[in-house]
């Protein structure tokens, strides 16, 4: 047996069953959500599921190809892909063209290519051989590069703005903490959402006069709270018997003081200049801060809506009513979940949240076999992104997440997110399949 049917006779079963039988699962449930019937052909290319078929075909090409790249190959382009994708994300900018207020998109018509869903594969990629070439993620130098290789991107995707997709990398900092980035850095992070989210529901708060309504109000009396648990625990800590841990302690409580202070300083600065006017409607309208007389939260109710009448067992396909008459927006891409609620029920969402699931739990099992930290590391920011986007796009469509454009892998329509979800798992299906060969 030769090199190239060892690599062959390799290749995860599961991990490529799971990937096409989502793959085609989306593909029936987007000709379901935008199905006309005087264009009944799924290979219509004038619809939605049509040009989707097309891409389908693409990326089945794509992947054969990838499957026919040497490991240590991609590994050696891997800072070579992630700044071209980096040059796209600038040429967008300059010649993209203009979609939803968005300059994100190469193409013309309506097919489309937008570079931002390749930086999720490239960064995994760049990441991953950056910390291959590490014993272990420690000290500030080699944790700083790590996050400009993850940031460098997301500025790019921000001056788009594309909020959403630059969300994504969020995902990588469960790669950071997997390969040795303090489990602080970690609590921090939670600390810091937890603190935001508290600052904008305090955002109109009148308390504390004389900052009766002023935004500032909430915000001087979350810094009065914050101040008074850090005196407490200057008190805890000043009665400890050990002064090498009372010293430590000193340090994070100052730390903590000064970066909650500056958190609560600057968030209004970033709500009000980095978000978009809706995204900023929908956070608050979903914190309960903002009232939503003219429908910013109508999306999400059509969606809980069309998923709550599916019941248990659901309509049927393409029997939904919501569906098929068009009360739910975007029902095609970012809501396209509310479609497998109506229809499949229940049931439906169990079974398709409980194959993402299997394809998550499937790349985190397949990392701990790799003999290559690079193939490990890889198949980590596989995972995270999967799980990333699982986790807020359902959300989302049950109103537990605000509406920030993640699409539902496979599921949602879009080429280039179905391109890049197939490039990121072909290229973890053929490290994976050279798993008995040590590549770096």
């Not at 290749?11 to 990937?19: C, E, N, R």
């Not at 590490?134 to 080699?142: C, D, E, Y």
């Not at 006069?209 to 008074?228: C, N």
């Not at 008190?235 to 430590?248: A, E, G, Q, S």
Request: charged content about 15%.
């Amino acid at each position: 047996m030769n090199k190239r049917e060892r690599v062959v006779a390799n290749v995860d079963p599961m991990l490529l069953g799971l990937y096409l039988l989502l793959l085609f699962m989306g593909w029936f449930n987007i000709y379901s959500a935008a199905y006309e019937p005087d264009h009944a052909s799924i290979f219509d290319l004038g619809k939605e599921y049509g040009r989707q078929a097309v891409w389908i075909g693409v990326g089945l090409l794509l992947l054969g190809g990838i499957m026919l790249i040497r490991g240590a190959f991609l590994q050696d382009l891997s800072f070579l892909i992630y700044a071209v994708v980096l040059l796209l994300l600038v040429a967008v900018l300059l010649f993209g063209k203009v979609v939803n207020g968005q300059r994100a998109w190469f193409g013309a018509g309506s097919f489309g290519v937008q570079p931002a869903e390749f930086a999720k594969f490239a960064t995994a990629l760049a990441l991953s051989k950056y910390l291959s070439g590490l014993k272990v993620l420690a000290g500030w130098r080699s944790r700083l590069i790590s996050l400009g290789i993850i940031l460098a991107p997301v500025a790019l995707i921000m001056l788009q703005p594309d909020t959403g997709t630059a969300l994504v990398s969020g995902a990588f900092i469960l790669v950071l903490y997997r390969e040795g980035l303090s489990g602080n850095v970690l609590l921090m992070a939670i600390i810091a959402g937890f603190l935001s989210i508290v600052a904008l529901m305090l955002r109109e708060s009148t308390f504390i006069p004389p900052f009766t309504d002023t935004e500032l109000g909430g915000h001087y009396l979350l810094v009065a709270i914050i101040v008074f648990i850090c005196i407490l625990g200057w008190l805890v800590v000043r009665n400890m018997v050990i002064k090498r841990l009372r010293r430590r302690y000193y340090r994070l409580i100052l730390i903590g003081l000064l970066g909650s202070v500056a958190l609560i300083g600057s968030l209004d600065y970033a709500f009000e200049k980095v978000l978009a006017q809706h995204q900023r409607d929908r956070i608050l309208v979903m914190l309960g801060q903002m009232e939503d007389p003219q429908g910013l939260g109508y999306n999400v109710k059509q969606s809980q809506t069309a998923i709550g009448s599916g019941g248990f067992s659901g309509k049927g396909y393409l029997l939904g009513t919501l569906t098929k008459y068009k009360y739910v927006p975007m029902q095609s891409t970012d809501f396209i979940f509310c479609t497998v609620g109506e229809e499949w029920g229940f049931l439906g969402t169990a079974v398709v949240v409980m194959l993402f699931t299997l394809l998550i739990l499937r790349c985190i099992w397949i990392s701990d076999r790799q003999r290559s930290r690079f193939s490990r590391v890889y198949a980590y920011c596989v995972a995270s992104i999967f799980f990333f986007h699982l986790t807020i796009n359902v959300g989302m469509t049950i109103g537990l997440a605000p509406v920030i454009g993640i699409p539902l892998p496979f599921f949602s329509y879009g080429g280039s997110a179905l391109l890049s979800f197939t490039i990121l798992l072909g290229i973890l299906i053929r490290l994976d399949a050279e798993r008995l060969t040590l590549l770096r």
